[in-house]
T-cell receptor
Framework: GDSVTQMEGPVTLSEEAFLTINCTYT??????LFWYVQYPGEGLQLLLK?????DKGSNKGFEATYRKETTSFHLEKGSVQVSDSAVYFC??????????????FGTGTKLQVIP | DSGVTQTPKHLITATGQRVTLRCSPR?????VYWYQQSLDQGLQFLIH???????AKGNILERFSAQQFPDLHSELNLSSLELGDSALYFC????????????FGPGTRLTVL
């Protein structure tokens, strides 16, 4: 079945540091890929997405490129801010043959940015 | 604000009890999804409804059930509650069953004492 593997957290960075959160996936079909973010005390919200190979999703300075050859969708940001402190979830959406949309989430990576 | 509402925000109850969590999807969204988020299990997909019909089941216990009503709001019923059912329960909605982006509500925090 489908699965998403994220790097273990927590990740602690100083403000303005470069961020990479690794995400790899396995899927039977041709999934869409997502990064969701969960700020403390809130629900998840979509950060960015990519629907086909080589697509790059971007939002709020975050980027991720859909790499089919390495089955990866790593999240990057050039300069993190304290306000980026949150839990980041990688996810994929797939529609198995004869089935309905199924979304699989990774376990989440907690990011803490210190001033 | 995602446009998805969930009530109540917090719920404290005792073991063996039954509770109902409510979700109103974004206007126009036909699909509703339920998730359980706990510290040890992460985010677990429970069930998906589309336009009133069950579409997919995930790791949902037999003690749990859900339904989606004609006005598209959904309820998640949890019965014979156990301490381990304490978690955040999220509802999400999307436009239709084949679309990709889900919009999450703020969650209901359930504490079972």
């Amino acid at each position: 079945g489908d699965s998403v593997t994220q790097m273990e957290g927590p990740v602690t960075l100083s403000e303005e540091a470069f961020l990479t959160i690794n995400c790899t996936y396995t899927a039977t079909g041709y999934p869409s890929l997502f990064w969701y973010v969960q700020y403390p005390g809130e629900g998840l919200q979509l950060l960015l997405k990519a629907t086909k190979a080589d697509d790059k999703g971007s939002n709020k300075g975050f980027e991720a490129t859909y790499r089919k050859e390495t089955t990866s969708f790593h999240l990057e940001k050039g300069s993190v801010q304290v306000s980026d402190s949150a839990v980041y979830f990688c996810a994929l959406s797939d529609v198995p043959s004869g089935g309905y949309q199924k979304v699989t989430f990774g376990t989440g990576t907690k990011l803490q940015v210190i001033p | 604000d995602s446009g998805v509402t969930q009530t109540p925000k917090h719920l404290i109850t005792a073991t063996g009890q039954r509770v109902t969590l409510r979700c109103s999807p974004r206007s126009g969204d036909l699909s509703v999804y339920w998730y359980q988020q706990s510290l040890d299990q992460g985010l677990q997909f429970l069930i998906h409804y589309y336009n009133g019909e069950e579409r997919a089941k995930g790791n949902i216990l037999e003690r749990f059930s859900a339904q989606q009503f004609p006005d598209l709001h959904s309820e998640l019923n949890l019965s014979s509650l156990e301490l381990g059912d304490s978690a955040l329960y999220f509802c999400a909605s999307s436009i239709r069953q084949s679309t990709d982006t889900q919009y999450f509500g703020p969650g209901t925090r359930l504490t079972v004492l």
